[in-house]
T-cell receptor, first 114, second 114 residues
Framework: GENVEQHPSTLSVQEGDSAVIKCTYS??????FPWYKQELGKGPQLIID?????GEKKDQRIAVTLNKTAKHFSLHITETQPEDSAVYFC?????????????FGAGTRLFVKA | DSGVTQTPKHLITATGQRVTLRCSPR?????VYWYQQSLDQGLQFLIQ???????AKGNILERFSAQQFPDLHSELNLSSLELGDSALYFC?????????????FGDGTRLSIL
């Protein structure tokens, strides 16, 4: 199948706390996993990505971990700020009969309370 | 600003009609991707073009078609429109054609079918 499951669908945290979003994928051939942030009225914006030959990647307050054996990957945001409030999407790239396709999770709506 | 331009921003039309959505990719990008975003389906990959040729195909309906022109801009044509086609349609672009590079999204076209 081509499913990417994402949890939770909604996440509310206090400013300064950490937020964790988890995704699982079904195709073991998937090798590229981007994360996107979508603000109201805007298109998704890439915030971090990870490839299958790497277990962890960090960029300032954002980190992503990948467990290929378990087929899951997670986004970690530390020291959350109100401007982190948005919808976050995980995605996985897989190759099928129709070429390479990016399959998105259903999204997580993150609320950061000041 | 992602550098990807989509027009129009909003489109209101009736069932049975045909519309054309336009996308100008980021300067230097050869790939263009089209996605549909609806409340109940999330972000769904429709089709990808690379340097004028179809590269990958998702769950695109037969009533929908796309093309990429020599100047690399792309158009998505939707015909025999149904109420269920109401959604946000996003275009994204990337430099390469394999999908394993960051995709830069436009701000979308909101299509409303009355």
């Amino acid at each position: 199948g081509e499913n990417v499951e994402q949890h939770p669908s909604t996440l509310s945290v206090q400013e300064g706390d950490s937020a964790v979003i988890k995704c699982t994928y079904s195709d073991s051939a998937s090798n590229y996993f981007p994360w996107y942030k979508q603000e109201l009225g805007k298109g998704p914006q890439l915030i971090i990505d990870i490839r299958s030959n790497v277990g962890e990647k960090k960029d300032q307050r954002i980190a992503v971990t990948l467990n290929k054996t378990a087929k899951h990957f997670s986004l970690h945001i530390t020291e959350t700020q109100p401007e982190d409030s948005a919808v976050y999407f995980c995605a996985a790239l897989r190759r099928g009969n129709g070429g390479f396709k990016t399959i998105f999770g259903a999204g997580t709506r993150l609320f950061v309370k000041a | 600003d992602s550098g990807v331009t989509q027009t129009p921003k909003h489109l209101i039309t009736a069932t049975g009609q045909r519309v054309t959505l336009r996308c100008s990719p980021r300067s230097g990008d050869l790939s263009v991707y089209w996605y549909q975003q609806s409340l109940d389906q999330g972000l769904q990959f429709l089709i990808q073009y690379y340097n004028g040729e179809e590269r990958a195909k998702g769950n695109i309906l037969e009533r929908f078609s796309a093309q990429q022109f020599p100047d690399l801009h792309s158009e998505l044509n939707l015909s025999s429109l149904e109420l269920g086609d109401s959604a946000l349609y996003f275009c994204a672009s990337s430099t390469g054609g394999l999908g394993n590079q960051p995709q830069h999204f436009g701000d979308g076209t909101r299509l409303s079918i009355l």
